[in-house]
């Protein structure tokens, strides 16, 4: 969507005005020439990030682009009051909300600078709240649900943050899809059978897409403060490890969320992808 104010530079008459002073050989067919050139231009601007975030996924992109991005939204919304090229933009609590790399996938990132998952100051108590912002959106109608009707219940949704060793963007991004229905059903029998509680737990495990990840259980539908994610694992890891970690958040049926977790090993080459847990074309969730 395109504002008044690019409207108006578009028209013809903007050009009529600017070449007043050469109207003898003023030309309407430039004029239309010019019109339909910017009008081109600004279609591919809208569709940047959409482009952007299919290519970060293959590393094919400069690892700033997604911030460059987020600072073309931030500065749309305080000028032009449109959003674009993200979907939308909270100057409030200082993020956006963005398409991903596929139809039901977007991606939240944050108005100010930071990395990643190893940034100190998403992990301290006093920190924004990231990941309930995702959550708020990803559950909300016009998002995932909108393109998905059969997304109904907190526990097809799923939101996931890669570790700094499987990204390929140095922009901090959550993503917010469905999870899959088979990662959600192993997470249910799981605490069924009392291998989840409400702590990480060193030696407990629960194994999803073959590999294992440290779970705990969050009995409220709270992702803030001493909820937030980010403090949770760093309370567990230690800040020094933060660096290898990939989180993941899903709903559970009876209210509440699955905290998962799972490091990068240097040693067996496997670089953390929590996002795998993600049905990012919701398929599975029917």
């Given at each position: ?25 003023f030309n309407i067919r430039k004029c239309k020439t010019k019109y339909l050139l910017i009008l081109l231009l600004t279609s591919f601007t809208e569709l940047s990030l959409t482009t952007i975030t299919n290519s970060q996924m293959t590393g094919n992109a400069p690892r700033d682009m997604l911030w460059e991005q987020v600072k073309k939204c931030n500065t749309n919304q305080q000028t032009l009051h449109k959003p674009e090229p993200c979907v939308y933009v909270d100057l409030d609590n200082k993020y956006v909300v963005a398409n991903g790399s596929k139809p039901l996938d977007y991606i939240l990132l ?177």
């Amino acid at each position: 969507m395109r504002s008044n104010s690019l409207s108006k530079l578009f028209n013809c008459k903007y050009f009529i005005n600017s070449y007043l002073a050469n109207r003898d050989r003023f030309n309407i067919r430039k004029c239309k020439t010019k019109y339909l050139l910017i009008l081109l231009l600004t279609s591919f601007t809208e569709l940047s990030l959409t482009t952007i975030t299919n290519s970060q996924m293959t590393g094919n992109a400069p690892r700033d682009m997604l911030w460059e991005q987020v600072k073309k939204c931030n500065t749309n919304q305080q000028t032009l009051h449109k959003p674009e090229p993200c979907v939308y933009v909270d100057l409030d609590n200082k993020y956006v909300v963005a398409n991903g790399s596929k139809p039901l996938d977007y991606i939240l990132l944050p108005i100010d600078k930071i990395s990643g998952i190893e940034a100190p100051q998403i992990s301290r108590l006093n920190s924004r709240n990231y990941w309930q912002y995702a959550w708020n959106k990803a559950i909300d109608k016009d998002y995932i649900r909108s393109k998905a009707p059969q997304v109904k219940s907190p526990e097809q949704i799923g939101l996931a943050i890669n570790s700094p060793q499987a990204r390929h963007q140095d922009q901090l991004h959550i993503h917010m899809s469905c999870v899959k229905k088979t990662v959600s059903d192993e997470l249910d029998k799981a605490e069924k059978n009392r291998a989840i509680t409400d702590r990480f737990q060193s030696e407990n495990y629960v194994n999803l897409e073959s590999k294992n990840y440290s779970v705990r259980l969050l009995n409220n539908d709270s992702l803030s403060d001493s909820n937030n994610p980010f403090l949770l694992v760093k309370e567990f890891v230690g800040e020094k490890k933060m660096g290898e970690q990939s989180i993941a958040v899903v709903g559970r049926k009876q209210g509440g969320f699955y905290i998962l977790k799972i490091a990068s090993d240097a040693q067996n080459s496997y670089k953390a992808v929590a996002e795998k847990l993600l049905d990012e074309d919701c398929i599975t969730q029917k």
